[in-house]
């Protein structure tokens, strides 16, 4: 997802334009967000449903994880998830925020709106150094 505005826009065969990267990118990680944060809901609840909760060891990333959530929230997890890609977002997403009724669109909208920050730097590129 990150680099996707950079290939389309840089792509010497196609020439797309900035609302047609925005609406490609937006809605291709709209897509991918749908279907993960939805298999990743599935996942969690079966597996909770035949093993129950079980006692983790608490490492350091899964401090950092848990200190991330309790700090920034859902709100977060929206911040870093252009960074961090679409399925592992949206996984986090549904391992942390599924009784959420807001999280699956707060996550789409979160990718609309770093469809249009990466096709703007994209885009801004092209324009300098051409």
Do not use: D
């Not at 291709?28 to 079966?46: D, K, M, Q, S």
């Not at 990333?61 to 949206?90: D, E, F, H, Q």
Request: hydrophobic share 55%; net charge positive; aromatic share 18%.
């Amino acid at each position: 997802f990150l680099f996707v505005p950079f290939f389309m826009i840089h792509s010497s065969k196609e020439h797309w334009s900035w609302g047609e990267t925005v609406l490609i990118t937006s809605s291709g990680a709209a897509g991918g967000v749908f279907i993960f944060f939805h298999l990743g809901e599935y996942i969690f609840n079966w597996w909770a449903r035949q093993f129950g909760r079980s006692k983790r060891v608490m490492t350091r990333g899964r401090r950092m994880i848990i200190r991330i959530k309790w700090k920034w929230g859902i709100k977060g997890l929206m911040l870093l998830s252009g960074l961090i890609s679409v399925p592992v977002a949206s996984l986090l997403a549904a391992k942390f925020y599924r009784h959420n009724p807001n999280a699956l669109p707060m996550m789409i909208i979160a990718f609309f709106l770093w469809a249009i920050l990466l096709t703007s730097v994209a885009y801004s590129t092209k324009l300098i150094f051409t």
